[in-house]
């Protein structure tokens, strides 16, 4: 305990004096405001600190989804875009989604479209439709793509049988090649006592990670919409699913982004029904990557970003009945390992459009 010399006090009782107990109590309230002012500034959450830009993609006659961003040898930032044409039956996107690559000259864009990078085979295999939710990454002097697949898009088969594959490149222009011949690095567990054995879902949206001290995490969703995990001492694999699921996560969740984030393992998903906010994003973190047992908000409603009237709001895909806008998969851009841009799709077009829009957020730590 600090002992205060008693002349402190009686000097303190002549302060109070002179300038008036209530002039006192002012400037007492004015302090504490300023600290909490500070102490509100220094606790931002990770949503507030993304700020809009503006559209990434759009492209007339397609739905726009999936929209990963990756920096490129040529200097040029390379999208790997998930689409299928708009006039497509529902659901589109299990059977017609293909993996577009764009190319702008700033993360901004302009974003112009290259070529198409992966289709489905339309043949005997497990890939045969949907190309989707791609994840690009370069990992030495490799480029990664991840994605999605299904052999059967109608139902009861779907959406069970989706799995994930992996195709390299030692270019983002291509050619890619698919890793194990065919491409598929995961699939659901054979072993009856793991969490999704005969998942409903299958395993689906992954997330890479290249572990600061070797090995790569393989994030995944699979089932009742928890998040999963896969590991691998080489790029290529084979990866090994852990027996439990890394969140506990009761409401849905979706389109994890896996990064470092503060000394931190960090999953970006969407939060489709209000762990938060329904309809925003939530940065989870954990201390080993295994066990994601910190939340905050990632990301907010569009609404949060760009004031929009919802009765200009095209819906193109999903409920056509909300009060908000709502985005879905982020992808992160970094830059010196730190998160700089965020991509994002939706299915409403804030601007009234005729087709689905992705997104562009800025972060401003």
Same mark, same amino acid.
């Given at each position: ?236 694999? +084979? ?105 994002? +799709? ?20």
């Amino acid at each position: 305990m600090e002992f205060r010399n008693p002349f402190y006090f009686v000097l303190q009782l002549e302060i109070v004096s002179k300038i008036g107990l209530k002039v006192l109590v002012n400037l007492a309230l004015l302090v504490v405001l300023m600290q909490s002012y500070i102490y509100g500034q220094s606790e931002k959450s990770f949503a507030d600190q993304w700020e809009y830009v503006g559209v990434a993609i759009e492209e007339p006659g397609y739905v726009i989804w999936g929209t990963s961003p990756v920096l490129g040898d040529d200097g040029k930032i390379h999208l790997f875009v998930a689409r299928w044409p708009g006039n497509t039956v529902e659901p589109g996107w299990r059977s017609h989604s293909e993996i577009a690559h764009y190319v702008g000259d700033t993360p901004e864009g302009p974003f112009i479209f290259s070529d198409i990078a992966l289709q489905g085979t339309g043949l005997d295999t497990w890939d045969r439709f949907g190309m989707h939710n791609p994840a690009i990454h370069k990992v030495g002097e490799k480029y990664i793509l991840l994605y999605i697949g299904n052999n059967d898009y109608s139902r009861p088969a779907h959406p069970s049988n989706q799995k994930i594959g992996m195709a390299t490149s030692d270019s983002p222009y291509g050619p890619w090649k698919k890793v194990n011949d065919d491409g598929l690095i995961l699939d659901v567990p054979k072993n009856q006592k793991y969490w999704n054995h005969k998942a409903s879902n299958g395993v689906n949206n992954p997330a890479l990670l290249q572990h600061p001290n070797g090995g790569f995490f393989l994030y995944f969703k699979s089932e009742k919409a928890r998040m999963g995990l896969a590991v691998a001492e080489n790029i290529e694999g +084979p990866y090994v699913q852990m027996p439990f699921p890394v969140t506990n996560n009761k409401q849905s969740i979706e389109d994890g982004y896996a990064f470092m984030h503060e000394g931190k393992f960090a999953l970006l998903t969407t939060d489709n029904h209000g762990i938060i906010e329904e309809g925003g994003g939530i940065l989870w973190t954990s201390e080993d990557g295994i066990v994601f047992d910190k939340y905050e908000k990632g990301f907010h409603r569009i609404n949060g970003y760009v004031p929009l009237n919802m009765s200009k709001v095209t819906v193109h895909y999903g409920p056509k009945d909300r009060s908000y806008a709502k985005f879905e998969r982020p992808q992160i851009l970094l830059k010196d390992g730190k998160p700089s841009y965020l991509y994002l +799709p939706s299915g409403s077009n804030i601007h009234g459009g005729p087709s689905t829009e992705s997104y562009i957020l800025k972060f401003k730590p």
